[in-house]
């Protein structure tokens, strides 16, 4: 298992290339609140309803000056091919198929948390919630990765880090929100 990522440590730099091409260097935000939330992949029904859900604060999350990024265990170019995904602006959306990120961040899969999904959320109706979005399959993406959102302050210090019990587990839109200091 890989190191988890502390609340009070410092938030572990990586510069990675995002879907349109653009390198990102997490750093580059330092002076900004920072939410790197990692997701699985181009095709989940949770993770994408939890997105649909972010983006109607858009408008409000881009005048408080915090900065998302969106990490996926899916390509760029598997990315680039989701309509619902090319809407995602202006934030940057990260393709890390070899999870290079998120074992760097502790994120990773768990066959017994996957099954914890089944207890906790329905899949049904998150499949129901997102089959307007047509979004790609993505057959190369595994089926168990957790997903986990950290909140970084203006001094790259992490003052959340949360690691999800099961495939619907993100730290709440109300604390979300809270954070980065919009109602």
């Not at 330092?30 to 972010?54: D, E, T, W």
């Not at 790609?136 to 959102?149: E, V």
Request: one cysteine or more; a neutral charge; charged letters at 25%.
């Amino acid at each position: 298992m890989s190191k988890i990522i502390q609340e009070g440590s410092f938030a572990l730099n990586f510069t990675m290339t995002d879907v349109s091409g653009k390198t990102i260097n997490l750093s580059d935000y330092k002076g900004k609140k920072i939410i790197l939330s990692f997701y699985r992949n181009v095709s989940c029904p949770f993770c994408n309803r939890r997105i649909h859900a972010i983006m109607g604060n858009n408008l409000k999350l881009q005048d408080s000056g915090v900065q998302l990024v969106f990490m996926f265990e899916s390509t760029n170019q598997k990315l680039s091919e989701s309509v619902f995904h090319k809407a995602i602006n202006p934030w940057p959306l990260v393709g890390d198929p070899e999870k290079t990120v998120y074992k760097k961040y502790g994120v990773e899969p768990s066959l017994l948390k996957t099954f914890n999904t089944f207890l906790h959320s329905n899949i049904l109706t998150a499949m129901a919630d997102t089959k307007a979005l047509q979004l790609p399959k993505d057959d190369d993406a595994t089926q168990t990765l957790i997903p986990a959102d950290f909140f970084i302050d203006e001094n790259f210090k992490i003052v959340r880090a949360h690691y999800g019990k099961h495939l619907d587990d993100h730290v709440s839109l109300e604390d979300f929100k809270q954070f980065a200091g919009i109602d």
